[in-house]
């Protein structure tokens, strides 16, 4: 393999990782859309869709495994391909994370909707923001956009906190919604979970771009208290 | 590089490829290079592909773009001058679009359907994917898309509104043939007096609504004839204060008008104004419990008079707000149901207000209570 043929390679590999980013943004849309309107053949989509995601996944690991194999690349060659590496990971799990959703949206087709959503298509708007802009920092090379997106987390976490402690409302009110209730804390668990994988790319790119690998600010989602409120509404002194 | 470039680089591109099959002899290579001032037409050309409200993408035979013009720049929402020479996905986020691409340039497959691109908003695009042979045996992808996202979204609404006025009309024409049927199978006089109780109940609901929907019309299509006169809205906020008295008092509520002492009067019908005050109160008193307290307010000053209702109701969560004067939005559809209401009150409150070219405003705290606010030009001697 020739270094023309390596930097082919390179960049044929780097638009794969934005063409699986493409598709867990989208699937993520329309995992949520189909929990909005419990629609059925919507959520199977989804997880068709999940195979093309496992593919592409597969594609790129084996072509970064050849370059690496192959071509001992080095400095920032070498960093964008660990990067790549790590970054399909996370996008095959926020490819996973869909298909939960597109899961509880069949599990939960038959039952009335517990409420209109309001604040969950909020956290997937934001999250899916948080992914476009950290492959957008990946695929322009631009480490200042990495450092910026992981701050877009505390408003999903907040939003996060907001729709458990709604829920479990709605549960200790009627045990009838238990069922619905934890099913879309679960949901939107998976949504604050994709915004985390959107922070680790972001890592990555900086990794990618600066050679330092740096811990960046991420914002913790304070489960504990959300639980001990919730032991508040289940057993009221 | 902008469409207008591209076309005149195109255009030179195609001149040097003619140049390249004659012999070498009769056509030095030095010539070729020199840079060709763009043909008339093809500055043309380019000018109406820049102008065109259609988005487009011109993608060479590498899968780079090689154009964009500023109608597609502004769907997909990137810059021309950053995209150009980048491969298609790393500036147009979409797999779909990609792989049509893609196949149009390896197999010169066309399609032309419907795609959905999310970026900053979602837009539903009709776009279609063609295949250009260049005549040197490879081709070059052009994608045409049109915008259809306010077209869809007006077909939704069309659709949900139809939908809405269905239900509404059929659950009580429901109600009301589940009664008159057992009426006919013969009924005690007890269940009887209160079967046709109800029945003139969801009757005048169906007469509400209706009316609604018909004011509505007439009000959407500007139809509407305004009778202007000079309405003092002190006066009119309290008679219409006094209609409601008995109701809020049988509710348990307490109901006020506070209204300035010299009058507020500005230029409108006074019947339509009427309607946006007791519609207004009607809202509040739907959605006040026993207890509370309901204030029609007028104020004025310089620069215009406006009328605030204001309860001390359940309130209304911030993400429902900006949507309560739309026609049938209802925040809590099971509330509402056992309260009555057409759904249609503050969509007609909203037209009538800004056909006396007002506005209205709602704010409200969930739990609080709720401020609907009508705010009108300045007030006119009498």
């Given at each position: 393999?020739?270094?023309?043929?390596?930097?082919?390679?390179?960049?044929?590999?780097?638009?794969?990782?934005?063409?699986?980013?493409?598709?867990?943004?989208?699937?993520?849309?329309?995992?949520?859309?189909?929990?909005?309107?419990?629609?059925?053949?919507?959520?199977?989509?989804?997880?068709?869709?999940?195979?093309?995601?496992?593919?592409?996944?597969?594609?790129?690991?084996?072509?970064?495994?050849?370059?690496?194999?192959?071509?001992?690349?080095?400095?920032?060659?070498?960093?964008?391909?660990?990067?790549?590496?790590?970054?399909?990971?996370?996008?095959?799990?926020?490819?996973?994370h869909?298909?939960d959703i597109?899961?509880i949206?069949?599990?939960?087709?038959?039952?009335?909707?517990?409420?209109?959503?309001?604040?969950i298509?909020?956290m997937?708007?934001?999250a899916?923001?948080?992914?476009?802009?950290?492959?957008?920092?990946?695929?322009?090379?631009?480490?200042?956009?990495?450092?910026?997106?992981?701050?877009?987390?505390?408003?999903v976490d907040?939003l996060y906190r907001?729709v458990f402690?709604?829920l479990?409302?709605?549960?200790?009110?009627?045990?009838?919604?238990?069922?619905?209730?934890s099913n879309l804390i679960l949901v939107a668990l998976y949504l604050e979970r994709i915004a985390d994988?959107?922070?680790?790319?972001?890592?990555?790119?900086?990794?990618?771009?600066?050679?330092?690998?740096?811990?960046?600010?991420?914002?913790?989602v304070?489960i504990?208290?959300a639980?001990?409120?919730?032991?508040?509404?289940?057993?009221?002194? | 590089?902008?469409?207008?470039?591209?076309?005149?680089?195109?255009?030179?591109?195609?001149?040097?490829?003619?140049?390249?099959?004659?012999?070498?002899?009769?056509?030095?290579?030095?010539?070729?290079?020199?840079?060709?001032?763009?043909?008339?037409?093809?500055?043309?050309?380019?000018?109406?592909?820049?102008?065109?409200?259609?988005?487009?993408?011109?993608?060479?035979?590498?899968?780079?773009?090689?154009?964009?013009?500023?109608?597609?720049?502004?769907?997909?929402?990137?810059?021309?001058?950053?995209?150009?020479?980048?491969?298609?996905?790393?500036?147009?986020?979409?797999?779909?679009?990609?792989?049509?691409?893609?196949?149009?340039?390896?197999?010169?497959?066309?399609?032309?359907?419907?795609?959905?691109?999310?970026?900053?908003?979602?837009?539903?695009?009709?776009?279609?994917?063609?295949?250009?042979?260049?005549?040197?045996?490879?081709?070059?992808?052009?994608?045409?898309?049109?915008?259809?996202?306010?077209?869809?979204?007006?077909?939704?609404?069309?659709?949900?509104?139809?939908?809405?006025?269905?239900?509404?009309?059929?659950?009580?024409?429901?109600?009301?043939?589940?009664?008159?049927?057992?009426?006919?199978?013969?009924?005690?006089?007890?269940?009887?007096?209160?079967?046709?109780?109800?029945?003139?109940?969801?009757?005048?609901?169906?007469?509400?609504?209706?009316?609604?929907?018909?004011?509505?019309?007439?009000?959407?299509?500007?139809?509407?004839?305004?009778?202007?006169?000079?309405?003092?809205?002190?006066?009119?906020?309290?008679?219409?204060?006094?209609?409601?008295?008995?109701?809020?008092?049988?509710?348990?509520?307490?109901?006020?008008?506070?209204?300035?002492?010299?009058?507020?009067?500005?230029?409108?019908?006074?019947?339509?104004?009427?309607?946006?005050?007791?519609?207004?109160?009607?809202?509040?008193?739907?959605?006040?419990?026993?207890?509370?307290?309901?204030?029609?307010?007028?104020?004025?000053?310089?620069?215009?008079?406006?009328?605030?209702?204001?309860?001390?109701?359940?309130?209304?969560?911030?993400?429902?707000?900006?949507?309560?004067?739309?026609?049938?939005?209802?925040?809590?559809?099971?509330?509402?149901?056992?309260?009555?209401?057409?759904?249609?009150?503050?969509?007609?409150?909203?037209?009538?207000?800004?056909?006396?070219?007002?506005?209205?405003?709602?704010?409200?705290?969930?739990?609080?209570?709720?401020?609907?606010?009508?705010?009108?030009?300045?007030?006119?001697?009498?």
């Amino acid at each position: 393999m020739g270094r023309e043929n390596f930097h082919r390679i390179l960049n044929e590999t780097q638009q794969d990782v934005l063409r699986m980013g493409s598709l867990v943004e989208e699937a993520i849309n329309r995992a949520v859309d189909a929990l909005g309107r419990s629609d059925v053949a919507l959520a199977d989509d989804i997880l068709r869709f999940d195979d093309i995601i496992d593919d592409l996944n597969v594609r790129i690991e084996t072509n970064c495994l050849n370059l690496l194999a192959l071509q001992q690349p080095m400095a920032s060659d070498l960093r964008t391909i660990a990067a790549m590496l790590d970054i399909v990971i996370d996008l095959e799990r926020i490819g996973d994370h869909a298909c939960d959703i597109a899961q509880i949206t069949k599990s939960l087709a038959e039952e009335p909707p517990l409420k209109p959503l309001i604040d969950i298509p909020r956290m997937a708007a934001k999250a899916r923001e948080m992914l476009r802009e950290s492959l957008d920092a990946f695929a322009n090379h631009d480490a200042a956009i990495a450092h910026l997106v992981p701050q877009k987390d505390d408003e999903v976490d907040r939003l996060y906190r907001a729709v458990f402690q709604e829920l479990i409302g709605f549960m200790a009110h009627d045990p009838k919604a238990i069922n619905r209730g934890s099913n879309l804390i679960l949901v939107a668990l998976y949504l604050e979970r994709i915004a985390d994988h959107a922070t680790n790319i972001c890592e990555r790119v900086v990794y990618m771009v600066e050679g330092v690998p740096k811990k960046l600010k991420r914002s913790v989602v304070e489960i504990n208290r959300a639980v001990a409120h919730s032991d508040t509404l289940l057993n009221p002194s | 590089m902008t469409i207008g470039a591209f076309l005149a680089a195109a255009g030179l591109a195609a001149l040097v490829a003619a140049r390249r099959r004659t012999p070498a002899k009769q056509e030095p290579a030095a010539v070729v290079e020199l840079p060709q001032p763009p043909s008339e037409s093809s500055r043309r050309m380019a000018a109406l592909l820049e102008a065109l409200p259609a988005g487009v993408i011109i993608v060479a035979p590498d899968g780079r773009i090689a154009a964009v013009n500023a109608s597609a720049a502004s769907m997909f929402g990137i810059a021309p001058e950053r995209a150009i020479g980048r491969a298609l996905i790393e500036s147009v986020r979409s797999y779909e679009l990609d792989r049509r691409v893609t196949a149009a340039l390896a197999s010169g497959i066309e399609e032309s359907s419907e795609l959905t691109f999310i970026a900053a908003t979602e837009r539903r695009l009709h776009v279609a994917t063609r295949a250009v042979n260049r005549g040197d045996g490879r081709r070059e992808a052009l994608v045409v898309a049109v915008d259809r996202t306010r077209v869809i979204e007006l077909e939704t609404m069309r659709r949900d509104f139809v939908s809405n006025v269905s239900h509404e009309l059929r659950s009580p024409l429901t109600a009301i043939k589940i009664m008159t049927e057992t009426l006919q199978d013969g009924a005690d006089p007890a269940a009887s007096k209160e079967f046709l109780e109800n029945i003139a109940r969801e009757t005048d609901r169906m007469i509400a609504l209706v009316e609604d929907l018909l004011d509505l019309a007439r009000l959407e299509s500007g139809r509407l004839d305004l009778r202007f006169d000079s309405v003092d809205l002190s006066a009119l906020v309290r008679d219409a204060v006094r209609s409601q008295t008995i109701r809020a008092s049988k509710l348990g509520i307490r109901l006020d008008a506070v209204t300035p002492s010299d009058g507020a009067a500005i230029a409108g019908d006074r019947d339509m104004l009427t309607q946006v005050v007791v519609n207004l109160l009607d809202n509040a008193l739907r959605n006040t419990p026993s207890g509370g307290a309901i204030t029609a307010r007028v104020s004025s000053n310089g620069s215009g008079v406006a009328v605030d209702v204001e309860d001390t109701g359940i309130g209304i969560a911030s993400d429902a707000l900006p949507h309560v004067f739309e026609r049938f939005y209802v925040v809590d559809r099971s509330r509402a149901k056992s309260k009555g209401g057409t759904g249609l009150g503050l969509a007609i409150v909203k037209h009538i207000v800004e056909a006396h070219g007002g506005s209205v405003d709602a704010q409200s705290e969930l739990g609080r209570g709720s401020l609907f606010r009508c705010s009108f030009g300045p007030a006119v001697r009498r």
